[in-house]
């Protein structure tokens, strides 16, 4: 079974441009979550999908946004890149449904640069 | 509430010992609870689990327990491996948040030969 996938593994931005990234959760998996973790705050919740539906919501400026495709595909854009949004942004996928929380299986992550 | 990361602190054990991870949760709301490994350049990965109805649960080499008097989770390793040197991450997960989870500043475990 493959795991979570996440593209670009790496990349290169300057400050005021914009980033799009995606996240292809476990077959099956349609939950996804993002977290944003950094050496100074560690892993930051940003927010979670489930059925193309944003469900939860952590506290990021608007610039953060995703959204869910029907085959449960995710993606995350960051516009007007700071600095500080320099971190690896990690996607998450479960199986979850109502009735609570479950193992949340992680990608290998987006290293994010900005110059 | 959440838990942010200022510094992240080691502990050093000898192969073979047992080592002991500590982790204070901010939420008594939190009902479920989840350990994570992160190797360099990789992604968390899942260790094991505990709802808040239990305290104690048990896996492969690993066993969580889970003091809701005090707030506390701690993580015990049995005989210690070189390939156990991480980073390791508590996160709770409180009462209707669905998936979102907050995560602990995470402890890095250094294995000596």
């Known amino acids: 079974k493959a795991g979570v996938t996440q593209t670009p593994r790496y990349l290169i931005k300057t400050r005021g441009q914009q980033v799009t990234l995606s996240c292809s959760p476990i077959?099956?998996?349609?939950?996804v979550s993002w977290y944003q973790q950094t050496p100074g705050q560690g892993l930051q919740f940003l927010f979670e999908y489930f059925s193309e539906t944003q469900r939860n919501k952590g506290n990021f400026p608007g610039r953060f946004s995703g959204r869910q495709f029907s085959n449960s595909r995710s993606e995350m854009n960051v516009s007007t890149l700071e600095l500080g949004d320099s971190a690896l942004y990690l996607c998450?996928?479960?199986?979850?449904?109502?009735?609570?929380?479950?193992?949340?299986?992680f990608g290998a992550g987006s290293r994010l640069t900005v110059l | 509430g959440e838990s942010v990361g200022l510094h992240l602190p080691t502990l050093s054990v000898q192969e073979g010992d047992n080592s002991i991870i500590n982790c204070a949760y901010s939420n008594s709301a939190s009902d479920y609870f989840i350990w994570y490994k992160q190797e360099s350049g990789k992604g968390p990965q899942f260790i094991i689990d505990?709802?808040?109805?239990?305290d104690k649960r048990q896996g492969q080499r690993v066993t969580v327990l889970l003091n809701k008097t005090v707030k506390h989770l701690s993580l015990q390793i049995a005989a210690t491996q070189p390939g156990d040197s991480a980073v390791y991450f508590c996160a709770e997960n409180p009462r209707y948040n669905f998936n979102k989870f907050y995560f602990g500043s995470g402890t890095k475990l250094n294995v000596k030969p």
């Open positions: 077959s099956g998996h349609r939950s």
């Open positions: 505990i709802r808040s109805n239990m």
């Open positions: 998450a996928s479960s199986v979850t449904g109502d009735s609570g929380a479950n193992v949340l299986t």
